[in-house]
């Protein structure tokens, strides 16, 4: 009589519990939701609903105005993501001993740290391919005619934002100073990304400053590839924020 030799089953590994478990905290959290699913294209809907945002040559380099909002209402999630939703989930893990405690235990914190910038990533990259198809199918906005060049403004984008967030987490030793230094630099970053105005409308003198900054940057990067063009400059940019603001969360954050 044969005997059958006992597999044992797999168990999933520390990180992939780790990740399934703030994931199911992020579900829970309807502020967050909302911020990062729903206000942007949320946002891109009303103003496509302003009959002057619809006009031919309404807007800047002779498109409309709901061509030029594109782009922001791409750029928003990600900088909620980053600012609003996951700079304070990390430092109130810190605030409530968690990243202490998983020290002590084979699960590193920094499974917690990949986990929470892998949900917000994709969230908000989510979000935006959703404003770019409300755009097209509601509006008939073009899609990004460099699409290459748009693809990488954007990843480079949620690098950058997620950066910023985690510095944020690194300097904020409660939840609560995390929210309010995430707010004090959120309204700067949109106004960067051309909430208010979009970046091609602002002076000349304004927007070369302007475009300087990650979300400047990002902005203007999306909105030269969706003409057509490599935002190389642009993309320059991004590239120096994430390297700065990714070696600066690194060097200054503390898992206690």
């Known amino acids: 009589m044969s005997t059958a030799t006992a597999v044992p089953a797999r168990r999933p590994s520390a990180d992939a519990a780790v990740l399934k478990a703030e994931v199911r905290l992020f579900l829970r959290e309807p502020g967050a939701l909302f911020g990062i699913a729903v206000f942007p294209p949320a946002l891109l809907v009303i103003l496509g609903c302003i009959p002057a945002f619809r006009e031919a040559d309404s807007g800047p380099d002779g498109l409309r105005l709901i061509d030029a909002y594109v782009p922001v209402t791409v750029l928003l999630p990600l900088i909620v993501a980053g600012l609003q939703a996951m700079a304070p989930v990390i430092a109130g893990h810190r605030e409530r001993g968690i990243l202490r405690r998983m020290s002590t235990t084979p699960v590193r914190p920094r499974a917690l740290l990949g986990a929470q910038m892998a949900?917000?990533?994709?969230?908000?990259?989510?979000?935006?391919?959703?404003?770019?198809?409300?755009?097209?199918?509601?509006?008939?906005?073009?899609?990004?005619?460099?699409?290459?060049?748009?693809?990488l403004a954007l990843v480079l984008s949620a690098v950058v934002a997620l950066a910023l967030g985690a510095l944020v987490a690194a300097r904020a030793r409660t939840q609560k100073v995390a929210g309010a230094i995430g707010s004090a630099v959120f309204f700067p970053s949109m106004f960067c990304a051309g909430v208010w105005l979009p970046v091609q409308s602002m002076p000349h003198t304004l927007a070369s400053v302007v475009e300087l900054t990650p979300f400047g940057a990002a902005s203007q990067a999306m909105s030269e590839a969706a003409a057509g063009g490599w935002p190389w400059s642009h993309l320059a940019v991004l590239v120096v924020w994430a390297v700065l603001l990714s070696g600066a969360a690194a060097r200054w954050f503390r898992w206690e």
């Open 119 to 151: 949900i917000h990533g994709v969230a908000a990259l989510l979000s935006s391919l959703l404003s770019l198809a409300i755009g097209r199918i509601a509006f008939d906005v073009r899609l990004p005619q460099q699409a290459a060049g748009y693809l």
